[in-house]
């Protein structure tokens, strides 16, 4: 018999690549979303599909019903621009998980994975560019980012206490800007891959092309391609460690770098101009993946070049289809 599995968030962008994969490998899937169905980042065909809002216990029941795991990915969330200023909404992410985990627990769920983020990570450890990179013991003592981290890291808190009080197995990964085809790319809860892509493909034609970025382009990150998410959720799933894992590319570059890249994919140069009075983040972000190579012998693999330039085609076709930029010739950048 199938395998059934339940993937929360399902109709958002990870929880979407993630079912497609799990119906490809065999799996039945059910995918639960707040969002009309007509609003999915994907979907494929053979999933059952059901509009429920997971911040209600009753609804979670009935989304876990008949299954045996489930991928928790329903958050409400987005790039810093979002998250900065809907820290109350980000909180309150902590009833799906609380509803979900105690429906898993009534339902008899074999195993639980939870997706939590890199934002978990005290801030005092990422304040300069070049900063080392951020191992699974650095979430500790306590210190993440206000709203959104404090949700993450408590909810990956209550996971653990299931698995010990109740028995449920559950498993967390804390994913690193994760980014590709299929993403959000406009509207404020895009992140910076996407949203320079959206930028440089809407001024590409431009006899003057210009880009706004948020900060001075020299903030860092780590970008995790789409496809290496997935597969790290996999088989973080499969294994038989239960503690928070890094899941993230370890290739890092600043804000600027990645500006560079698109623009050679696209055959343009773009004037910079640079707003330090928006939302920056942390200063410089990235995975440590000594402990994700111990464990599952595996890290992301995907260059960053290689995925922005799927990304960008992508999110190209996307401008080319759409009229709703106001302002051709400018746009705004930020960093997560």
């Keep these: ?33 707040l969002k009309p169905l007509e609003n999915w980042h994907l979907r494929t065909p053979g999933v059952e599909e059901l509009q429920l809002d997971l911040s209600n ?25 979002f998250i900065e200023t809907h820290k109350a909404e980000c909180m309150l992410s902590v009833l799906i998980n609380t509803n979900l985990l105690l429906a898993a627990r009534n339902e008899g769920i074999r195993r639980y994975f939870f997706a939590s ?72 809860r895009e992140k ?57 590319s370890s290739e890092m570059v600043s804000i600027n770098g990645l500006v560079d890249i698109v623009e050679k994919l696209a055959g343009v140069r773009l004037e910079r101009n640079y707003d330090l009075t928006k939302p920056l983040g942390v200063r410089g972000r990235n995975s440590d993946n000594t402990l994700v190579n111990s464990v599952l012998g595996w890290e992301p693999s995907t260059t960053l070049r290689h995925g922005m330039e799927k990304t960008y085609a992508w999110v190209r076709d ?6 709703s930029f106001p302002n051709p010739t400018s746009a705004q950048t930020q960093t997560k």
């Design 1 to 33: 018999m199938k395998q059934t599995c339940l993937v929360a968030g399902g109709g958002g962008f990870i929880g979407g690549h993630l079912a497609r994969e799990l119906c490809r490998l065999g799996y039945e899937v059910r995918c639960v979303d």
């Design 57 to 81: 216990p009753t609804s979670c029941q009935t989304a876990v019903a008949g299954r045996e795991h489930v991928y928790n990915f329903a958050a409400d969330m987005g790039g810093m621009g």
């Design 117 to 188: 983020s890199a934002c978990v990570y005290k801030a005092e450890r990422q304040n300069e560019v070049n900063q080392a990179p951020l191992a699974e013991s650095d979430a500790y003592p306590a210190m993440p980012e206000d709203g959104y981290g404090w949700e993450k890291l408590f909810s990956e808190r209550m996971c653990r206490h299931f698995t010990e009080d109740f028995g449920l197995q559950t498993r967390v990964a804390r994913f690193h800007n994760v980014y590709g085809p299929h993403g959000e790319w406009e509207g404020g």
């Design 192 to 248: 910076a891959p996407a949203a320079v892509c959206r930028k440089i493909a809407s001024v590409e034609a431009s006899p003057s092309p210009s880009i706004e970025i948020w900060g001075d382009g020299e903030q860092t990150r780590s970008f995790t391609f789409i496809d290496d998410a997935v597969e790290g959720t996999l088989r973080l799933m499969q294994s038989d460690f239960g503690d928070p894992l890094n899941i993230g």
């Design 318 to 323: 996307q401008v080319a289809l759409s009229s």
